[in-house]
């Protein structure tokens, strides 16, 4: 028989503004059906909050980021401090669904199976906008692809809803510090990580699992055009970022097919919509579409420009290796 997998769910935060959030995430991961080994909460260089976690919050193991500032070096730590088989990630803004360490686990009985990742909804904070495309849900951290009715096998998965073998996160050297979400920048670490993961076993697979679900909060401010742009251009940055950091563009399929395919495909059905049914909300997603590709393509030139034009301004990330040996644990009581 089997030996059930163990797991250690880690939440990384960072500031005291997201309080109420993180401590509801960590109820979330108290409430798995599936109980975690233990819950690591890793605080990413805010002294004052990893003490008031320490003192107002029992049942979790409560670290401090003692590598590089970002959510990478922060889940690393807490990665170097774990002995369980499994390590499975969620965000201090995240709320997991009762079953969803259950489900990212089950896949993992399948030696072939490296890692797990489950569904991101939007939990929006205010009103969804109309205009806002489904295909570009991404720009606020929910699931922008349709979701397969059973676990599938996919490139990668999202860090805040992910589940690794230890071994193998040990192996490749954990996330890249130095890429890795810094406070609002986001950076594609995870799918790093996963590509990585995936060149080194080179049978292994991961697997999404429709039935692994977490709601990630959306705020306000999150709602508006600016911030879409903003986010869409830095994307188009970080994805021609991430390519050189793996070897080449030919590392981004999926990418490159979303571009291709996906949102000509999804921009059409919008202005079909918008003739027969003679009304105008799809014609603004159909322009926030084609806004919101041109603000990618134009980070994208941006950061060519940067990296080969002689004047980049954004070091290559430095590779660390493995996790740094544990940091003290302290066990909140």
Request: charged fraction near 25%; glycine fraction near 8%.
């Amino acid at each position: 028989m089997t030996t059930p997998l163990e797991a250690s769910v880690i939440i990384p935060c960072y500031t005291e503004e997201r309080w109420d959030w993180t401590l509801e995430a960590i109820d979330s991961a108290k409430a798995q059906t599936r109980r975690p080994a233990e819950i690591v909460v890793v605080v990413d260089h805010n002294e004052h909050l990893l003490s008031r976690l320490r003192r107002e919050v029992d049942g979790i193991v409560c670290l401090g980021n003692e590598l590089q500032r970002g959510v990478s070096g922060a889940r690393n730590s807490a990665v170097a401090s774990c002995e369980t088989d499994v390590v499975a990630f969620l965000d201090d803004d995240a709320v997991a669904h009762p079953d969803w360490l259950a489900e990212l686990l089950e896949p993992l009985s399948d030696e072939a199976v490296v890692g797990t990742g489950g569904v991101v909804l939007p939990s929006w904070q205010g009103r969804p906008p109309r205009w806002l495309p489904a295909e570009f849900a991404w720009v606020v951290g929910a699931f922008h692809a349709s979701v397969p009715e059973s676990p599938a096998p996919v490139r990668n998965v999202w860090g805040m809803s992910m589940a690794v073998r230890r071994a193998l996160f040990e192996e490749v050297g954990g996330f890249r510090t130095g890429f890795g979400k810094l406070d609002d920048l986001s950076r594609p670490e995870d799918t790093d990580f996963c590509i990585r993961v995936g060149r080194l076993v080179p049978d292994g697979r991961w697997v999404l699992v429709p039935g692994a679900v977490i709601e990630h909060r959306v705020p306000e401010r999150r709602a508006s055009f600016s911030f879409f742009l903003r986010r869409c251009h830095n994307e188009g940055r970080q994805k021609i970022a991430l390519a050189e950091l793996l070897g080449g563009r030919d590392s981004l399929g999926p990418e490159a097919e979303y571009i291709r395919r996906t949102l000509p495909s999804a921009m059409a059905a919008q202005l079909r919509a918008a003739l027969r049914e003679r009304r105008s909300e799809p014609l603004l997603v159909a322009g926030a579409m084609a806004l919101g590709m041109g603000a990618a393509a134009t980070g994208a030139a941006e950061e060519l420009a940067l990296r080969y034009g002689g004047r980049a301004r954004t070091p290559r990330p430095a590779f660390t290796g493995p996790p740094a040996p544990a940091a003290p644990r302290a066990e909140a009581s």
